[in-house]
């Protein structure tokens, strides 16, 4: 993704509360980290309560450490909260899968962040209208996500600007289906075959005792995500690491 740029409103008396130096750096950060098919620019800085939820169901959010501000969130629109939701090696939470997105804003504000959560509903709710600033991360149809920081007990609340430009919720967000996923990793395993022991003959392993596996020599390995089998290869080796050469990948029932 290419670095996006954003305005920032400065001068004596900003209602950002200090925030104006932190606003482009977290925003890009975010933006270059979000699976996204495009790149993400960020839009203009937003007074946070103004923010339409109709279209922002639910929110990855963190703590921070140090900083400017005292925690940060990304709210993602229905659609990618949806393709979580059915990711086709199991359910991912949005604060889980955005949490490499939650790091780097928190990196380049100076801070580390927490263990992202998700939260929704009425939490949702108190988390914007406590933020201090809203940035909208646009793509070529709209918002696909904003960026909330917080500054804790902040003197009282400034006035407030307009809405996120009119843009709100899935309508604006042209992302949809696994496309979403594309940027969120996953462990990937590689097994070779299985066996069954009992304790008795686990506790009895010695270094230089030969486990037999359930799988002849030359049978393909086994191409695993989150324990469920999406292909089959042969062990190669690629500068002298194994490596999987893809042979077979196995078709995945649809739910029903």
């Known amino acids: 993704m290419t670095s996006p740029t954003t305005s920032t409103v400065t001068g004596p008396g900003s209602w950002l509360h200090g925030l104006e130096e932190a606003v482009p750096a977290a925003a890009a950060a975010v933006a270059a980290a979000l699976p996204s098919p495009e790149p993400l620019v960020a839009g203009a800085p937003q007074t946070a309560a103004d923010l339409d939820l109709a279209g922002w169901p639910s929110a990855a959010v963190a703590t921070l450490s140090s900083g400017p501000a005292s925690s940060l969130a990304v709210l993602v629109p229905a659609e990618l909260a949806d393709a979580l939701a059915a990711a086709p090696d199991g359910a991912l939470e949005v604060g889980a899968a955005l949490q490499p997105a939650l790091d780097a804003a928190a990196s380049a504000l100076g801070s580390a962040a927490g263990a992202g959560r998700t939260v929704f509903g009425a939490e949702l709710a108190v988390l914007v209208a406590s933020a201090t600033v809203a940035v ?32 709100t919720g899935a309508a604006a967000n042209p992302l949809r289906g696994v496309e979403l996923l594309h940027g969120v990793a996953m462990e990937v395993t ?67």
Not at 146 to 162: F, H, I
Not at 220 to 230: F, K, M, T
């Open 190 to 256: 590689v097994e070779l075959g299985r066996t069954r022991l009992s304790v008795r003959e686990l506790l009895a392993l010695c270094p230089g005792d030969v486990l037999e596996l359930d799988r002849a020599a030359g049978s393909p390995a086994d191409l695993l995500v989150n324990g469920r089998l999406i292909a089959r290869g042969e062990v190669v080796v690629v500068d002298e690491d194994f490596a999987l050469r893809v042979t077979e990948i196995v078709a995945q029932p649809h739910a029903g």
């Open 136 to 167: 909208p991360l646009e793509g070529s149809s709209g918002a696909a996500a904003v960026l909330l920081l917080t500054v804790a007990d902040e003197p009282g609340r400034p006035a407030r600007t307009s809405p996120l430009s009119g843009t």
